[in-house]
């Protein structure tokens, strides 16, 4: 029987689908718009355009630790394939070489994306993610939804592979990575103290992101300020290859 056959363990089961109850109000608003994580919509054609960005960031990855090839990567994937395949609610189609150069574009992208923001800053001109704020907003929203998650634990064992001399855990670099998404919210990291607790991106954010008082909510200028920091003409919308019709619904 091969791997991509066999039924997921429900015991660990923690990426699902959402049910079709609440797809049948909006489903639009549980679909990736420009980014592909993970198996659920890795085929959608409109979200092709990001996948050559995977590639470019898989080459700043590399870069990041001489020593490791990408044979090493591959490997260390190939040894989580089994355990990654258990995280899905519902049972993987890809092959094995499909499903394992999957996590390694994927998980890849996050990592590299997450670390490049928090370290040298949040934009970068000449990127194809973060020199463009519009991208970047999109991205960040398309890596919190439901369906559209890697399991932390491909995260984590890139992340160290690349940077084993990092001090600061991948979980805090990830909350750093979301805060700015979330204004007035507070991060309370004892929630999940590491990273084998965390099961993936939406799952450490849910954990860990604490309601604001009061006190710490945005004003009502600030607010307007903030409304208005992403909203983008259809020229943009365009250029950052985001269909003006998935905002018109």
């Known amino acids: 029987m091969s791997l991509q056959n066999l039924p997921p363990n429900q015991s660990t089961c923690s990426i699902f689908k959402v049910p079709r109850v609440l797809c049948s109000v909006n489903n639009e608003a549980y679909e990736p718009q420009s980014l592909s994580i993970g198996p659920y919509h890795r085929v959608k054609d409109d979200l092709k355009m990001m996948e050559e960005h995977k590639k470019h960031y898989l080459n700043m990855f590399l870069q990041r630790r001489q020593g490791n090839s990408l044979t090493s990567y591959v490997a260390a994937m190939r040894g989580l394939e089994e355990r990654a395949r258990e995280y899905y609610q519902q049972p993987v189609s890809l092959g094995t070489d499909a499903f394992v150069e999957m996590l390694l574009l994927d998980g890849c992208f996050i990592v590299e994306l997450i670390?490049?923001?928090?370290?040298?800053?949040r934009h970068e001109q000449g990127d194809p993610v973060t020199g463009n704020s519009l991208v970047l907003y999109t991205v960040s929203i398309d890596m919190l939804l439901l369906e559209n998650q890697l399991p932390f634990c491909v995260l984590s064992k890139l992340f160290s592979m690349a940077m084993p001399h990092v001090r600061d855990p991948f979980i805090f670099r990830a909350l750093l990575f979301f805060k700015w998404l979330?204004?007035?919210?507070r991060f309370?990291?004892?929630?999940?103290?590491?990273?084998?607790?965390?099961?993936?991106?939406?799952?450490?954010v849910y954990h860990n992101c604490l309601l604001p008082s009061s006190s710490v909510?945005?004003?009502?200028?600030?607010?307007k300020f903030i409304k208005l920091k992403f909203i983008r003409s259809a020229k943009e919308l365009k250029e950052a290859g985001i269909r003006k019709d998935r905002f018109q619904k």
Do not use: R, V, Y
């Open 115 to 121: 670390c490049k923001t928090t370290t040298s800053g």
């Open 182 to 185: 979330f204004p007035g919210m």
């Open 188 to 204: 309370e990291t004892s929630n999940i103290s590491s990273s084998q607790e965390c099961k993936h991106l939406l799952d450490l």
């Open 217 to 223: 909510l945005p004003s009502e200028s600030e607010a």
